[in-house]
C-alpha cells in the first residue's frame, strides 16, 4: 500500500483504526480545534501531496458537527494538493432525507452529496443507504456495500430449520429478501404506515410466521419505534422466538434498552458502522465488524481493481 493515506474524523476513530490494521498503514494524525466563536478549524497532519487520501468518518450524532468537521478535512486535504480524495462513510444519516414528501421541504441527501463534492470529495465508500436512490444524489464515483454477508454468518451457526427473515416495512422486502436466500429460509414482510418520525403502525404481517424462528433485518434501527411496533405484531402471531438485525446501531433515546428488555427478544446484532453507545452494558447486544470489508473495499479503489465483487 504505497502512497496512500488516511485519516479519521471524530466520529468513529476506533472503526478508522481497525481499518488501518487490516491494510497495516498507520492512521495518520490531524486536529480538531474549536475556537471561541464556536467555528472549527482541522488541521491534517501527515503529507497528502499526489497521495490517495482516505478520511473515515459516518455521519452520526451530533450529525451536524461531524459534517462540518468532514467538510473541513475535504477542503483541507484538497488544499495540500491530494492526488485523490474518497470519502469513507459507512453510514450516510441524510440517505433518509431522500424525497419531496410534503410543501417546501428540503431534500437533505441531495444537497449533503453536493457539499461533500464541493469540498473536494472526488469519491464516496459507504454502506446500506436507507434509500438506494440516494446513490445517485452523487456527482462522483460512490462504491455501495452491504452487510448482509456479515450478519449472515453470524446467523448460519445457528438452527434456522424453523427460521423466517422478517422485513419491518415493504421498502426493505428486497434485501431482507436476499439475506433469506443467502440463509435459506423463507421471507415475509409488514405492512407498515409511518405517522410520524417516532410513530408507526403495522397492519399486518405479509407471510407465514406463526410458531417460527424470526430474524428481523431493517437497515437501521435509531428510536426503534418500527421494530417495537413490528415485535407486538409478532407477539400476537405466537412466534417461537425473535432476533433483532440490523447494519447502522444508532439506537437513539434508549432504543437499546426498550428492545434489549422485552423477554420476546433473545438477541439483537448489528455491525460496527457506527459507535454503538452502551453496548457493552447490553447483554443481548453482539456487535460485528464491518472493517475487514471496507479495508478490502479501500485496498481495492487503490489498486485500482474492481469493487464489484463485495457488492454480491
Request: aromatic letters at 4%; hydrophobic letters at 45%.
Amino acid at each position: 500500500m504505497h502512497d496512500i493515506t488516511i485519516f479519521s474524523g471524530s466520529a468513529h476513530r476506533e472503526l478508522a483504526s481497525a481499518i488501518c490494521h487490516h491494510l497495516e498503514v498507520p492512521l495518520a494524525p490531524s486536529r480538531l480545534t474549536r475556537f471561541a466563536s464556536d467555528c472549527l478549524e482541522v488541521q491534517l497532519l501527515a503529507n497528502c501531496r499526489e497521495r490517495d487520501v482516505f478520511i473515515v468518518q459516518p455521519l452520526v450524532a451530533p450529525v451536524q458537527e461531524h459534517l462540518v468537521e468532514l467538510l473541513l478535512m475535504l477542503d483541507a486535504a484538497r488544499g495540500a494538493s491530494a492526488a485523490r480524495i474518497t470519502v469513507v462513510m459507512p453510514h450516510y444519516a441524510y440517505a433518509r432525507s431522500d424525497k419531496k414528501n410534503a410543501p417546501r421541504i428540503s431534500i437533505g441527501g441531495r444537497l449533503v452529496a453536493d457539499l461533500l463534492q464541493t469540498a473536494g470529495a472526488n469519491r464516496v465508500l459507504t454502506m446500506t443507504l436507507h434509500s438506494p436512490q440516494v446513490h445517485g444524489f452523487f456527482g462522483v464515483p460512490v462504491d455501495h456495500l452491504h452487510a448482509l454477508r456479515e450478519l449472515a454468518a453470524h446467523f448460519a451457526t445457528m438452527d434456522l430449520t424453523n427460521g423466517v427473515v422478517v422485513s419491518p416495512d415493504l421498502g426493505n422486502a428486497k434485501e431482507a429478501s436476499r439475506f433469506a436466500r443467502i440463509l435459506g429460509v423463507p421471507v415475509a414482510a409488514a405492512a407498515k404506515e409511518r405517522i410520524s418520525d417516532d410513530k408507526v403502525v403495522i397492519s399486518s404481517i405479509i407471510g407465514d410466521v406463526r410458531g417460527r424462528d424470526v430474524v428481523v433485518l431493517d437497515d437501521e434501527i435509531a428510536r426503534g419505534s418500527t421494530i417495537v411496533e413490528l415485535l407486538d405484531r409478532l407477539a400476537e402471531q405466537d412466534v417461537r422466538s425473535v432476533r433483532v438485525a440490523c447494519t447502522h446501531g444508532l439506537f437513539a433515546d434508549g432504543a437499546l434498552d426498550r428492545i434489549g428488555g422485552r423477554d420476546d427478544v433473545t438477541e439483537i446484532v448489528c455491525t460496527n458502522t457506527c459507535p454503538v453507545p452502551g453496548a457493552d452494558a447490553a447483554p443481548k447486544l453482539t456487535v460485528l465488524s464491518v472493517a475487514p470489508a471496507l479495508a478490502e473495499a479501500v485496498r481495492r479503489i487503490h489498486n485500482g481493481e474492481s469493487v464489484s465483487v463485495l457488492f454480491d
